[in-house]
């Protein structure tokens, strides 16, 4: 078992991998802003409000991001190609402890002239590298279990994981009413449970209505090009080839804020900034957003996030 000292230069080093990973493919590391005016309508992630004052005592109100993905979006709108960034993130309503924390750490890359499945590739050659590079191997173990991430890694369709898993041919169930709710109360009590635990599974193409950043399979497809990747059975990443379309995007934003009104959560305003974005071109991409905490708990053999971070939640708030 490692020191929290240990921990934490193991933590660094494991930063560090991953930038030398993504420049020696060609990426550009950027920064982009943590409190933002414009914020994600995700009917399910509550971001984090904070108002404060300029120099007059003029209010503003703005949101802690949920995730770096509208900002990203926006550089690539103006000619940036592929990028990465690691930063901080925060989202309301998260245990303290656990696979959790309100405030976590994200690793966003976006690879232009690419799809899901050129991203797929990247992601789990990054997991591949990290692991030979602190092991010298293609394994690790996380709580006495062995987890092998050799190369190629196994892949599936939510359509294939309902139907062997939950015996639901999720086709027949696209007009059920609340399908939200019902496609996630199976997924968590049906098919997570049944995910290996001793390696990763690339789970793609999702439902539309579980994938409003997604590019659609085909015009008609009930599908979009969406991804996760579960290792050990952790859920550690969400990944799209991503919607340009500004008009569909903004229905799609618009059916999320009707979402949230039937939820009786706040109705977060339409970036308009973003869907400007879009309108000036955005090149056809895939992204990537990944929880760099997660992924440290696993390679370092941590159980709780609060033996992980150096001042989680709990212990400042707790």
């Known amino acids: 078992?490692?020191?929290?000292?240990?921990i934490q230069e193991k933590r660094a080093e494991i930063k560090d991998l991953i930038r030398q990973f993504f420049k020696e493919k060609g990426f550009l590391e950027v920064q982009t802003p943590i409190l933002v005016k414009g914020m994600s309508t995700e009917p399910y992630l509550d971001p984090i409000k904070v108002e404060f004052f300029d120099e007059k005592n003029k209010k503003y109100q703005g949101y802690l991001i949920t995730s770096p993905e509208y900002s990203l979006k926006k550089l690539l709108s103006?000619?940036?190609t592929n990028i990465f960034e690691i930063t901080k993130a925060?989202?309301?309503k998260e245990a303290f402890g656990g696979w959790h924390n309100p405030e976590f750490t994200i690793l966003e890359w976006y690879r232009t002239k690419a799809d899901y499945r050129d991203v797929m590739k990247d992601t789990e050659e990054l997991v591949n590298f990290l692991v030979q590079q602190l092991y010298h191997r293609e394994y690790f173990y996380f709580q006495n279990r062995k987890i092998d991430v050799s190369l190629p890694w196994p892949s599936m369709t939510i359509k294939q994981a309902f139907k062997k898993w939950a015996g639901i041919q999720i086709d027949q169930k696209k007009k059920i009413r609340n399908f939200d709710d019902w496609f996630y109360l199976v997924f968590l009590n049906q098919i997570e449970p049944n995910l290996p635990k001793n390696g990763p599974l690339i789970l793609y193409d999702y439902p539309l209505p579980q994938a409003a950043l997604a590019k659609r399979k085909s015009q008609k497809s009930f599908y979009?090009?969406?991804f996760e990747v579960y290792l050990g059975g952790v859920e550690l990443c969400n990944a799209f080839s991503e919607l340009t379309d500004p008009k569909e995007q903004e229905q799609r934003?618009?059916?999320e804020q009707n979402i949230r009104k039937k939820l009786k959560k706040e109705?977060?305003?339409i970036d308009k900034t973003f869907l400007e974005a879009l309108k000036s071109g955005l090149p056809k991409t895939s992204g990537n957003a990944l929880g760099i905490?997660?992924?440290?708990?696993?390679?370092l053999d941590v159980k709780d996030i609060n033996d992980l971070l150096t001042f989680p939640v709990k212990k400042m708030f707790g």
């Not at 078992?1 to 240990?6: A, K, Q, R, T, V």
């Not at 905490?293 to 390679?299: A, V, Y």
Request: hydrophobic share 50%; no cysteine.
């Open 1 to 6: 078992m490692l020191s929290f000292l240990e």
């Open 78 to 80: 103006q000619g940036f």
């Open 90 to 92: 925060f989202r309301q």
């Open 224 to 226: 979009a090009e969406r």
């Open 253 to 255: 934003l618009k059916k």
């Open 267 to 269: 109705v977060i305003p």
């Open 293 to 299: 905490d997660r992924l440290e708990m696993l390679l």
